[in-house]
């Protein structure tokens, strides 16, 4: 075990690792408080030995770590997309080529978003200690304990990766997983637009002045959030900028009035920001507004509906074929399935059309039929 503290050693040790066969890649940081993550630590083992790199050491240069990770040797990691985006933001580029042994589990029938802790434990029977695991890793200096605990997170990740990839061969199923390695590979993944943020906002507002107010509170509160590398939360939540949007207050005195909204909130600065973006959403016109398509009921709200067989469907295949659901539709691509002619979605494509796509199709045109016999479910095909 090794602390790298200086970009002396940082840089010989990537110009080494440059031959590797493959890496296993961890960090650990801190993002409770901040809009971007606080990087604290990065772990690699290059088969040979583990390394901690002190991403706060004074001084040091993480370049040449960055450069590493553009290109060069094969980069593992499990459940990657966080420590992905860290990377993205801190460098301007996506770490590859890459493998996540999360993704390559749930293709080996380990069930969904399978944990670390969970494949150490049935892959290697080995158990990790994990009275540390909720270390401020940005504190100074970390003790021996709080050092294994992050390194076995790459540690135990080389024999895992062995292990799931001959499974991976064995099946023929490498080329399944690529198509989730180049997800996780693009900006685009990482890449945030505050003009679209307000569609993770789950709301019912149906009028189009009321969402594009909520669209514009949206952008606002992400930008001030960037700004001062805060919380989305910490500028206002959720709950009250769907409020406002629904009942748009008049004047500093209506947010005292509002009940998503803080007390104290109509004191400060944001509220005459928001009132100033409300005065602008009321000047657009009619056709300047957000068109709202013709509401339509949902598959699961419509009688008759073979949401739930395609559910049965996609249980039973999975469970043959021992794959995580998640990975092959969620409930949205279903839908679509049951509702729609032929919807562009995953599910309709390639190894997952293969694998329960052509089935679902079939059995919602009436050429495959779902049975019972004892205790289990059966394919019939017309």
Known sequence: MSMITDTKTLTALCQKWRDADYLTVDTEFLRDKTYYAKLCLIQVSD???????????????????????NGGPLKVFHACRQDLEIFFQAAGAVPHPIFDTQIAAMVCGFGESVGYETLVGR??????????????????????????YALSDVIYLRPIYDHLL???????????????????????????????????????????????????????????AQQRNVPRNRIVRDDALIEIASNPPRNIRSFSQMRMVPKGFANSAFAGEILHLIEEIETLSKEELPKIPAFKPTA???????????????????QVEEVAPKL????????????????????????????????????KEGRLALSAEGSDAIIKRQ
């Open 47 to 69: 088969g040979d030995q583990a390394f901690a790199i002190d991403s706060l050491a004074p001084g040091i240069d993480l370049t040449p770590f960055y450069e590493l990770m």
């Open 123 to 148: 892959l290697l029977n080995e158990r990790i200690d994990k009275t540390t695991r909720f270390t401020d890793w940005s504190r100074r200096p970390l003790n021996k304990r709080q050092l294994d």
């Open 166 to 224: 001959g499974q991976l061969k064995k099946r023929n199923r490498l080329s399944w997983i690529e198509e989730e390695m180049a997800v996780l590979s693009s900006p685009d993944t990482y890449q945030i637009d505050p003009k679209e943020v307000w569609k993770r906002i789950k709301s019912r507002i149906r009028k189009p002045r009321a969402i594009a107010l909520l669209q514009r509170l949206a952008e606002w509160r992400e930008l001030k």
């Open 300 to 318: 699961a709200e419509k009688p008759g509906t073979v949401l739930e067989l395609l559910r049965v469907l996609l249980k039973i295949r999975c």
């Open 328 to 363: 092959i539709a969620n409930s949205s691509d279903l839908e679509a399935i049951a509702m729609e002619e032929s919807p562009d979605i995953p599910a309709l494509h390639g190894w997952r059309y293969e694998l329960f796509g052509k089935d679902a199709m079939a059995l």
